[in-house]
């Protein structure tokens, strides 16, 4: 199979999977518990039908959204996702530089296989920094201040993952990093050799932003770890209010389901919130975040920027969710997977394919502007 006979994300995904180790392949695609919340997520779109209008005049489009401040050519983001390189040697670099391609945000993740700075190297756009709380005040504050200084324009504190999910794929074939693979995930390395030939003949694996706090070599404190030993359960709407006041900028909270908890980032100063359910990997059984997203959007939408993920794989669900009120929609394995197959020429492949659904998708709607795009255009099938 080859990068050209990939049109959409389940081909992508397809390309991925002849490549990956069983265990890397499911580390990305895999959700917690029984996966219903990670199916629901694409599900939820499905029973809301587009009703287009006609005859509009619809030669030009313009596509563009501003989110955080920060102008996005298209309406998707790539958001922050961890252990890129694992996928492919260029991981994050090739993200980063193909967002910038299209001129849309992309986002650097606490747990990223490159460091801030040079993903600052690789794109001057739109980027934003995903962390952590943790338990240590003091790395809170150094995480900020080094996103700071390498010029990143906004902050994403993920907020529903105060303790790891139960991924019962990882687990029957002992995926964990470092690696501690059983019988059945070492043969399934063994049958996928480009995979570890990339793996051995490019550059040592590294998490640069927690250098200092994660080891590889399976010493200290592995990923797995990190989230039962590093991570801070106490978090409190408190401590959140003191670093979007620290920050002083842009400030987004990832992981806001409910409309209480929008309210409540809204008065605390945030600037934006994702809708999100950590793409099923987190509370199996929650709200997919298109099924939430109406609610929260007519309850704060218009005292914060209220964007969204999960689930997202044809440029008509975007369509769907800016219909609904999303600023802006994060794509999350719909990168990871055109990434794991052919690095950055697949990344940019499945952006421009995005791009091009979403402004067929908008021709097709009668729109030449997102602003057009509202619930009048929709209908929820009982």
């Known amino acids: 199979m080859r990068l050209t006979d990939c049109y959409n994300f389940h081909d992508f995904r397809r390309m991925a999977k002849r490549r990956l180790p069983g265990p890397i392949f499911d580390y990305i695609d895999g959700g917690a518990d029984d996966e219903v919340t990670y199916r629901r997520n694409t599900a939820a779109f499905e029973a809301c039908d587009l009703v ?132 059945a995930g070492m043969t399934q390395f063994a049958i996928k050799p480009s995979w570890a030939i990339d793996w051995l003949t490019h550059e040592r694996f590294a998490l640069p932003q927690l250098e200092n706090h994660v080891k590889m070599d399976g010493g200290a404190l592995s990923i797995s770890r990190y989230f039962t030993e590093m991570l801070d359960p106490s978090m409190s709407w408190d401590d959140v209010a003191e670093m979007v006041r620290e920050w002083g900028g842009p400030f987004c909270l990832k992981g806001i389901m409910s409309v209480e908890d929008a ?6 100063g945030c600037s934006g919130i994702v809708l999100s359910n950590h793409g099923g990997r987190q509370l199996d059984g929650s ?18 920027d209220v964007m969204m993920d999960g689930g997202v794989q044809r440029g008509t669900h975007v369509l769907k969710a800016l219909s609904l009120g999303a600023k802006a929609v994060g794509l999350g394995r719909y990168y990871l997977f055109p990434l794991a197959a052919a690095g950055q020429p697949g990344v940019e492949r499945a952006l421009e394919t995005m791009r091009t659904e979403i402004e067929r998708g908008m021709k097709l709607m009668g729109c030449t502007s997102v602003s057009q795009l509202t619930r009048r255009n929709l209908r929820f099938r009982s």
């Open 287 to 304: 709200r997919s975040a298109f099924d939430q997203l109406a609610e929260i959007v007519d309850a704060v939408g218009d005292r914060i």
């Open 52 to 183: 287009p209008d006609v005859l509009r005049g619809v030669a030009e489009v313009d596509m563009s959204v501003t989110v955080m401040g920060q102008k996005l050519a298209m309406p998707v983001y790539c958001s922050p996702t961890a252990l890129q390189r694992l996928f492919h040697h260029q991981g994050e670099r090739a993200v980063a530089a193909a967002a910038a391609k299209h001129g849309t945000m992309f986002g650097v993740s606490s747990l990223g296989t490159i460091s801030l700075e040079e993903a600052r190297r690789i794109s001057n756009g739109p980027q934003v920094y995903q962390f952590y709380f943790h338990k240590d005040r003091g790395l809170n504050r150094e995480m900020m201040a080094r996103a700071k200084n390498a010029g990143v324009q906004a902050m994403m504190l993920t907020v529903d993952s105060i303790t790891g999910g139960n991924r019962e794929r990882d687990k029957r074939t002992g995926f964990a990093i470092p690696f501690k693979l059983n019988l």
């Open 263 to 268: 309210k409540r980032a809204a008065e605390i």
